[in-house]
């Protein structure tokens, strides 16, 4: 791996009892599209804080762009873009006037500051919009204005903290475009967290993190190597009987999500013909695919992230933080 | 990797030459600009906060001058009557409440994300609550200074130099506001502590300013408070200016004024006072951003 822009060793972040981080190991490449996965409260949007300087860790050190994050923040801070979990636009101002607040706030040199904005906007196809007031903008537009602004000082890095959140499909594929053509035109890295699986897949690497920890870490394809094979998924009206003949005579072991049974087979596509053939108890309905990420998140942890969830406990963490987090 | 670094090596961007004094001159502008920005963009706001002065010279200052009758203050005799009285009072009004909200937005900025990005930025604290002050003191100046065409509606004459002297009066009031409101807000971790602010602090402020009534002759412990109150040194200056040009013998404009012990307060000592307030408080303000996280 060619020099690392950002590299983490041992990071710790503690709250009193509770060990929200519990030793993070991490190197990312320059240009890397970086995702860090899990499930919400796993300690992504904590460490992802470290990186960027909101919070000091309890113990173990961290570089970005080759400077340490607990010696010198400030000097972090200039060469990284953020992109926040919730909302931090002035709505009351145009997408180019919060564009030029920026500029100041972050020493950009006044001969190039319009140029950047206009190269930004034009990037992230807001030029248009540019002067209307970013409370007429939609959710969308919102965050490509925010990644705009977390570009316009050059920053080596990108860290975004679920970017995608509470956007719709197909918004969220828009904002991956723009980050893909971000990277390949000005090369930039790109470190962000999200809970959905689906949007881990455009990352060139993947840490999953549960439970404070990195459970597993390599490209999308690499990690579903690690679920043996195929995925093959079964329903019957007897379950159980089921379950306990495939592990008999199949020598696999099948495991029970949602009413289904889940196995993993080496080769599917000859797995399930003599499936269908040779199992006493009846089949319903029977499935085969690819590996997902859901399944290797599943395969280490033994539990599904569920989006559905996920946003439930969103919008209580959000609630949480307006009443309780300001007291920190 | 530019070119330069070729020619020099050692420089190779380890040392990009910040020039952090530059650099928080820039956010206290950039911050200044946006309060002022946001402030004329909202009309609305602008023309609500006139009614409420008007409200009081035209409904207050008209029903009470009729109940008050010769024997006080502002008797036939005196010449003064009471809207004139109360008009310095009621710009020191505007200012005080404008400067007062208009730094304490900050609070509105916590709630809505905005100062996240300006508190991550690679720039001192110091200088954003510099430049939160000078936003609420110039909405705040511009606020007061529009109702001085009022003047010749309530029976003061204004000359220009009266208007040149009032401007760095008004300036003074404004900013020693504005820095209590940046302290403030700099205490405040929602807008739930906003109320008790509203009534326990600005209010009583208000009231005790002797914006609305003079502060000779009162109880003992209003006395005190009165002149513990630091807008009364930026109000009593205004008022003597104002009046000073509508034909009122100094003696009056005296009788009105703040005293302390009996001394009458002389302006530049009540701008001092006001001054002082002001960079104390805001330098508080300053320690408060710096320590929190």
């Known amino acids: 791996m060619a020099e690392a822009v950002i590299e983490a060793k041992g990071l710790v972040k503690k709250y009193g009892e509770l060990e929200a981080v519990r030793g993070i190991d991490l190197q990312v490449a320059p240009g890397e599209i970086f995702g860090f996965l899990g499930p919400n409260g796993a300690g992504k949007s904590t460490t992802i804080s470290m990186l960027c300087t909101l919070l000091s860790p309890t113990a173990g050190t961290a570089r970005v762009a080759g400077i340490d994050v607990v010696h010198d923040p400030a000097r972090v801070r200039q060469k990284i873009g953020l992109v926040f979990q919730d909302p931090s636009l002035d709505d009351q101002l145009t997408g180019r006037e919060n564009l030029e607040f920026h500029a100041f706030i972050y020493s950009v040199p006044a001969e190039v500051r319009r140029a950047r904005i206009d190269q930004m906007l034009e990037l992230l196809q807001l030029t248009d919009r540019a002067s209307s007031q970013v409370r007429t903008y939609s959710g969308g537009m919102k965050r490509r204005l925010e990644i705009a602004r977390g570009m316009l000082h050059e920053p080596q890095i990108l860290f975004l903290d679920e970017p995608t959140l509470g956007l719709d499909p197909q918004t969220r594929r828009n904002i ?5 053509d971000l990277r390949s035109r000005t090369g930039i890295t790109i470190f962000m967290t999200t809970h959905y699986m689906d949007e881990a897949e455009y990352c060139d690497r993947i840490a999953i993190i549960d439970r404070g920890q990195i459970v597993a870490l390599g490209t999308p394809d690499q990690l579903k190597a690690m679920v043996g094979g195929d995925v093959v998924t079964m329903t019957s009206t007897q379950l159980d009987a089921a379950a306990e003949e495939i592990e008999k005579s199949f020598r696999v072991t099948p495991t029970r999500v949602d009413g289904t049974l889940r196995m993993e087979v080496p080769d599917g596509k000859k797995f399930v013909p003599r499936l269908v053939r040779e199992l006493t108890v009846p089949v319903d309905t029977i499935s085969l695919r690819r590996p997902s990420l859901d399944d290797v998140f599943l395969k280490l942890t033994g539990r599904a992230i569920r989006d559905e969830e996920a946003g439930d406990r969103d919008r209580m963490r959000q609630m949480a933080s307006r009443w309780m987090g300001r007291r920190r | 990797m530019s070119v330069e670094t070729a020619t020099k090596p050692m420089a190779a961007d380890l040392t990009i030459p910040v020039d952090t004094r530059a650099a928080s001159l820039r956010a206290i502008y950039i911050i200044w600009y946006r309060d002022i920005l946001r402030y004329w ?29 010769s024997g006080t203050l502002f008797g036939a005799r005196g010449g003064l009557s009471y809207i004139q009285f109360m008009y310095p009072g009621i710009i020191g009004m505007s200012i005080l409440f404008t400067a007062i909200f208009g730094a304490m937005s ?154 302390i012990n009996g001394h009458v307060l002389p302006i530049p000592l009540e701008v001092g006072v006001m001054l002082a307030f002001g960079v104390v408080l805001l330098g508080i303000a300053v320690v408060m951003f710096q320590r929190r996280d």
């Open chain 2, 106 to 259: 900050i609070v509105w900025d916590r709630e809505f994300g905005f100062l996240k990005e300006v508190l991550v930025a690679p720039i001192d604290r110091w200088a954003v609550a510099v430049g939160k002050a000078l936003g609420g003191t110039t909405q705040a100046m511009i606020q007061g200074l529009i109702l001085l065409v009022l003047a010749p509606f309530v029976g003061v004459k204004l000359s220009v130099l009266t208007v040149l002297a009032i401007i760095p009066l008004a300036a003074v009031l404004a900013f020693g506001l504005a820095s209590f409101g940046v302290m403030l807000a700099s205490m405040m971790k929602s807008l739930q502590g906003f109320q008790v602010v509203m009534n326990f602090l600005m209010m009583p402020m208000f009231f005790l300013s002797g914006a609305l009534f003079p502060l000779t002759g009162l109880p003992g412990w209003m006395t005190v408070l009165t002149r513990l109150d630091p807008a009364s040194y930026g109000i009593d200056p205004l008022r003597r200016v104002v009046l000073s040009d509508s034909g009122l013998s100094s003696a009056v404009v005296d009788r009105l004024g703040l005293t």
């Open chain 2, 41 to 69: 963009r909202d009309r609305w706001r602008l023309v609500a906060s006139l009614a409420q002065p008007l409200l009081f010279l035209i409904v207050f200052g008209s029903g009470l001058s009729s109940s008050l009758g």
């Open chain 1, 176 to 180: 991956w475009t723009h980050l893909n």
